[in-house]
C-alpha cells in the first residue's frame, strides 16, 4: 500500500549548522512531493513543493532533493536556525491523485 | 493571506456525545480537508471535499461524518464519541485548480480529549 515515511523521528543540530530532513516514499508512480513545518501549537505550513520531474528545487534557505530511483526525498534547511526548530512531515500525492498521504514527522531541534 | 479557523482549541467531551468540529475558510477554496494527528502516526485523512454537498472517504472515515452546505464552511461529526477518538483534529483547504497536487492551508487545530 501506499506509505510515506521518516527515517528518524528526530534531529538535533546546533545553530548555523545545515540539518538534512529524509524521507521514504512507497509509490514509485507519484509524481508530486511537498513538505510542511508545523511549529508547537500551530497547524503546518507549506515549505516547498516538488514534481517528479525535478531532481531538485531551492527556496529560500530550503532545498528539496528528490531521488526517484531509490524513491527518496530529502529536505535541506541552510544555516539553521532556533526558529526552525519544528516538526517536519514530507507528503506525496496518492494514487488516485486527490489527496496528500503524510509521513510520521520528523522533530528538529536547533540549540543556539 | 489565506485564513483556515477552527471553531474550538480545546474540547472536552463525554464518551457517547455528538461532537460538531467546524472549520470555514475565506479564499473561496474548492477543496476542504479533516484530518487527525496522533503522536508517531503523522497526520491521516478522515475525509475531504471537493465541492458543496460533496464529500469522500479518506484513510480512516470510520466512526466520522462531514458536512459541506456552504463552500466555505466544513464540518466533522463524531456521532458518538469514543476514548479512542481522542486527538487533535486539523481542517485544512486548497484552492482545487489541481486536484491533490497544490498546497493545503492548515487551520490550528482542534484538541479534543474524550473522556
Known amino acids: 500500500g501506499e506509505s510515506v515515511g521518516l527515517h528518524l523521528p528526530t534531529l538535533s543540530v546546533q545553530e548555523g549548522d545545515n540539518s538534512i530532513i529524509n524521507c521514504a516514499y512507497s509509490?514509485?508512480?507519484?509524481?508530486?512531493f511537498i513538505w510542511y513545518k508545523q511549529e508547537s501549537g500551530k497547524g503546518p505550513q507549506f515549505i516547498i513543493d516538488?514534481?517528479?520531474?525535478?531532481d531538485k528545487r531551492q527556496g529560500q534557505r530550503v532545498t528539496v532533493l528528490l531521488n526517484k530511483t531509490v524513491k527518496h526525498l530529502s529536505l535541506q534547511i541552510a544555516a539553521t536556525q532556533p526558529g526552525d526548530s519544528a516538526v517536519y512531515f514530507c507528503?506525496?500525492?496518492?494514487?488516485?491523485?486527490?489527496?496528500?498521504?503524510f509521513g510520521k514527522g520528523t522533530t528538529l531541534s536547533v540549540s543556539s | 493571506d489565506v485564513k483556515v479557523t477552527q471553531s474550538s482549541r480545546y474540547l472536552v467531551k463525554r464518551t457517547g456525545e455528538k461532537v460538531f468540529l467546524e472549520c470555514v475558510q475565506d479564499m473561496d477554496h474548492e477543496n476542504m480537508f479533516w484530518y487527525r494527528q496522533d503522536p508517531g502516526l503523522g497526520l491521516r485523512l478522515i475525509y475531504f471535499s471537493y465541492d458543496v454537498k460533496m464529500k469522500e472517504k479518506g484513510d480512516i472515515p470510520e466512526g466520522y461524518s462531514v458536512s459541506r452546505e456552504k463552500k466555505e464552511r466544513f464540518s466533522l461529526i463524531l456521532e458518538s464519541a469514543s476514548t479512542n477518538q481522542t486527538s487533535m483534529y486539523l481542517c485544512a483547504s486548497s484552492q482545487g485548480l489541481a486536484g491533490g497536487r497544490e498546497t493545503q492551508y492548515f487551520g490550528p487545530g482542534t484538541r479534543l480529549l474524550v473522556l
Open positions: 516538488i514534481r517528479s520531474n525535478m
Open positions: 507528503a506525496e500525492i496518492n494514487q488516485a491523485g486527490t489527496a496528500l498521504i
Open positions: 509509490n514509485s508512480a507519484s509524481d508530486y
